[in-house]
């Protein structure tokens, strides 16, 4: 089996990270595998937000956990040091599913790169309130913009397992 389908299926979600920060120069490799992700029509509807500064960080984590309903204190972002934020342009018809594909393709490169990843939604409804939408604007994101999900970044602090078995009923065929 090729490495990359290899990679896909060794890929897991990390949910706890060691605080140290992931280099530059990979997370413009893994900005850089988003910015290949296929888009409607090759529009390319997404944009990409880096934060790897702790105040930002934390302030998105602290409207993360409000809007999940968390204890005061949880870290919805598990302790990742840094993370890609994929928004995308509403006016586009296919806007969810190419942020979504950005999505994969960061996640994906990480785990290439040695990097721990893991999708956490609840960015729709950041950037839709006011603080949210000030963000943007402090950051000189103009337009309308849905949050897609946070690619939170770090080496992970855990024991990677193993991939549970695939069900029965995932694929049909039709000959």
């Known amino acids: 089996m090729s490495d990359v389908l290899n990679k896909m299926k060794s890929r897991r979600s990390i949910r706890k990270f060691k605080p140290d920060m992931v280099p530059q120069e ?3 490799q893994i900005i850089e595998a988003g910015l290949y992700a296929a888009s409607g029509m090759g529009q390319q509807s997404p944009i990409i937000i880096q934060v790897t500064k702790k105040e930002l960080r934390d ?4 409207m993360n956990c409000e809007i999940g309903g968390w204890k005061e204190g949880f ?26 594909l950005v999505m994969g393709n960061l996640m994906l490169a990480a785990h290439e790169l040695g990097i721990g990843s893991c999708w956490i939604h609840r960015a ?5 309130s006011e603080e949210g939408k000030q963000i943007l604007s402090d950051l000189g994101v103009t337009g309308e913009y849905e949050g897609i999900g946070h690619c939170i970044l770090g ?14 009923d995932y694929v049909f065929w039709v000959e």
Not at 80 to 93: F, N, S, T
């Open 26 to 28: 990979i997370l413009d």
């Open 59 to 62: 302030e998105i984590s602290k």
């Open 75 to 100: 870290d919805p972002f598990y302790g990742a040091p840094a993370m890609l934020i994929v928004l995308a342009k509403k006016e586009r018809p296919t806007y969810v599913y190419d942020g979504s």
């Open 124 to 128: 729709k409804e950041e950037f839709e």
């Open 155 to 168: 080496y992970p602090d855990e024991e990677i397992e193993e991939a549970k078995p695939r069900k029965d």
